[in-house]
């Protein structure tokens, strides 16, 4: 029997960026002995993306749109996404294309010997085409994420992973998926606390061809570091 691979795209105003995401991850797929499906969850954009989606894929069983009109959030998202999917593998990302879709195959193979595959800015071919924020971005990683939780990950801030469908279970949910990209803090921190092995592929995140970037400096860090202090917390004292 052909695995099922579930790909789970949060998505608010993308509607320039959602339909080519989707052409691609089916182009891809169209080589692949897997079945597929693709789940995007839209909080309601007023850009329209929900019904983008709708119009285009409306008969084709293997694309679905969930739009969200009472809730909005990345992390919530997410968790909408995986529960109403299927998949025996689980696959989150990006919908403006900071993820490419070309490491998908390499997500999806590498699931035979890891529960958890993580695309990361911070190896060997990995990076960012703005130097800035990369650098920003891996000095925070090593300096105070990496240092003060202990963990072997380099890039506990991608966003981008796969996953068995079994290890999720194993996880707790409630707890994981809330707020925004800190959630991906929580996921690598409690599956590193069931052993759940890791694995870090190399991803190079261009700059944004299409929309708006949805987050700000000051609010993000002071987010995530929160979210650290907390987990380190919960090490020490439960």
């Known amino acids: 029997m052909k695995e099922l691979v579930s790909i789970i795209l949060p998505a608010y105003n993308e509607k320039d960026n959602i339909i080519p995401l989707i052409d691609a ?113 891996f000095l925070y990683n090593l300096f105070f994420i990496r240092t003060l939780l202990r963990t072997h990950v380099q890039d506990n801030l991608s966003g981008l992973f796969s996953i068995r469908r079994a290890a999720l279970y194993d996880l707790p949910w409630d707890t994981i998926f809330r707020g925004y990209g800190d959630y991906f803090l929580r996921l690598l921190y409690y599956a590193a606390r069931k052993r759940q092995s890791v694995l870090e592929v190399p991803v190079y995140y261009e700059l944004r061809s299409s929309g708006e970037s949805k987050t700000s400096f000051l609010p993000i860090f002071l987010l995530y570091t929160k979210a650290t202090l907390a987990l380190k917390f919960h090490a020490l004292f439960g």
């Open 25 to 137: 991850i089916r182009e891809i797929f169209a080589g692949r002995t897997e079945e597929y499906e693709i789940i995007v969850v839209d909080d309601n954009s007023p850009d329209g993306t929900g019904r983008a989606v709708e119009e285009r894929y409306g008969v084709d069983k293997s694309v679905r749109c969930i739009v969200r009109k009472d809730e909005r959030g990345l992390a919530t998202a997410i968790r909408r996404g995986i529960s109403e999917s299927s998949g025996d593998i689980v696959i989150v990302m990006d919908t403006d294309f900071n993820h490419n879709p070309d490491i998908l195959p390499q997500l999806i193979d590498l699931q035979k010997y890891y529960t958890i595959v993580v695309g990361s800015r911070f190896i060997s071919y990995g990076g960012m085409r703005d130097v800035r924020r990369y650098y920003l971005s």
